[in-house]
Structures are given as C-alpha cells and as structure tokens.
C-alpha cells in the first residue's frame, strides 16, 4: 500500500508491567524487530516506536518503559517516560501477562508473578485516578486452558476501567488481529505521519546500541546488565555498501569491566559477534562493529547520558 492511500493515522501506547511482552507485542505489530526482546525486566528505556499499517490507518506503537515502583532517579525517569507517552496516544494497551493473574486463582504465583500482578494493580490504579479508559490485553494464553481466564477478566474489569478484553498471545501471534483491528479503528483521520515503509523513528544509532545491550542482558548475570549502557560514538557509512560502528560500553565499576570483557576478552567478542549479526540482518548491509569498554562511576547521574538515551532528567 502507498502513502497515499493511508487516511488515517496516530499513536498507540502500549502499557504494562515489566516482562508483560510489550516489546514482543510491537514487534509482531510492526513485523519486523524494533523493540529489543530479552527474558529479563526493564529493557526499554525510551519509548521505541514501530510504524505498523492496517487497512488505511497507520499506527505508531509507543513502546513504553515498565511502570514499576521507582526508587533510585533513573527508575522514576523511566516511570515518567512512560507515562508521558500513554498521556499523548490515541489508544492506550493495558498489557498484562495473564499467566500471573491465572497463577495466583490457582495458587501458585512465584515472586516474580507476584510483582507482575502488584504492578498491574498499581497501572489499574493509575488509570482510576487518571480517568482513563484503556484496552485490556490479556498476553501470554499459550501458557494455559482459556476457561482458566474467566475469572481473571472478571476481576480486572471490577475496577471500571478498560473498554474493551482482549486475549493474546504476543508470542504465537493468536488474538493480536482484533486488538489490531481495535487499534486501527481508533485512529484519527488524517495523512500518514511516517513514510511507510520506516519501521521505527529511534535513530539508527540508539537502536544499534540497543542491539548490543540486548547481548549484554541476555549474557551478564545479576544487577550489572541495568548498571551499564552503550553508546554509539561513531558511524561511518562506506563506499563499499558497508557501515563502521564504534560503540563504547560504560560500566560504574573496573569490576564490572572485567565482567562485560570475559576470560581473554572472549565475552565481548562473543557479545559483538551476536549484535554484529543482528545488525546486518535490519540494515540489510555488511557491518563492522567495534566495541570497547569504559569505567565511569558516575554515569548513571550524569546529565548528558540521560538525555543520550531520551529521558528527562529532574524526575
Ligand atoms: N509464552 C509467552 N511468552 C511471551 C509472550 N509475550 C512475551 N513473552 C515472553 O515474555 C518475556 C518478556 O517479553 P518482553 O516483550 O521483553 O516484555 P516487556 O513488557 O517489553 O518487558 P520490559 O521491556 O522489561 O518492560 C520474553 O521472554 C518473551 O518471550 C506470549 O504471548 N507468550
């Protein structure tokens, strides 16, 4: 479909918990990877937008940071993040990981199902106080018998806020039709805002750092994939078709140096290995990638880093 025949056009915020699969979910709508996917909490740290088309409407996914109870400054800025985005959309997706709410009516949620449903009753209390009516997306049904979500739609809609269930399986692509035909049809009329064919407006910079810090988060262990980030220092596009990134890898701690470099530098070789592959596969094109690794204890209250990764920073 041409850019022509787009009539209309907006935003989708997509709202949830951490581990909800919101990022999953962008990317099936999108179809192609644009938000980073990883088992752990907390990817995204920016609102990431996909530009999906269904029919004549074109959507932005805002994928927003987890809402999730803020303590240290760079939390409450993700909070924030994220709440500035659903407060600009026309539709806003409550995401739940429904296996959690199924997992405490039989009993047996585990600590970190429990956090999920805490942080979805924080959302539905957000959203009370907001006014806001919202879409409900019960993810992750592939995880369970479908009579077993009776009961949990009952209790999610007590509170009075969502307008319209749905089930998905972000994963296996089941139900995500009619929440994409739902999301369509609340678009408003008007020209498209994206030339279609773009996939995500984060500049190609951010989203090749953020490829790389999806490897650290799926190889590092413990608290020191959030104790990190990575930066795109330089980007060379070459006469031979190919592009040379450079991208520095800050971390708060020698220590932690050493972790991210490995026995004879052999995880971050392996780490460069794996964003190197992703990033030749959605730039269609040959890629040198360069990493290094620097100490800087104070990042994380630096002013500039924040504003490097889209956040505001007097939060
Ligand atoms: N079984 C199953 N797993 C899913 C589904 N959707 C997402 N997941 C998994 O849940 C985990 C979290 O998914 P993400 O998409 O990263 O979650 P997120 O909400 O974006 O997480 P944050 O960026 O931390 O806020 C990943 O391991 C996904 O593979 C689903 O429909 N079914």
Redesign the pocket.
Known sequence: MTETEIRRAGFCAVI??????????TNRLVGAKV?I????????RFPVRGVAQVGDAQIVIV?T??IFAAKRRLDRAMVKAAWGGADEADCVVH?VDASAWVAEQTGRPSGAQRHSLEDDRRVIEQLKEAGKRVFLAL?????FPHDQVLPVIAALSEAGVYEETFL?????GEGVDRLEAAIAARMPEGPALYPPDQIADLPMRLLAAEVTREKLMLRLHQELPYQLMVDTESWEERGDGSVRIQQVIIVGRDGHKAMVLGKGGSLIKEIGRLARLDLTQMLERPVHLFLFVKVDERWQEKRERYQGIGLEFDV
């Open positions: 949830g918990a951490p581990n909800a699969g919101k990022s999953t979910l938000a996917v990883t088992h752990k909490v907390q990817t995204t994928d940071p987890g995401l993810n992750k049904i592939d995880l998905i399986s972000a994963e296996n």
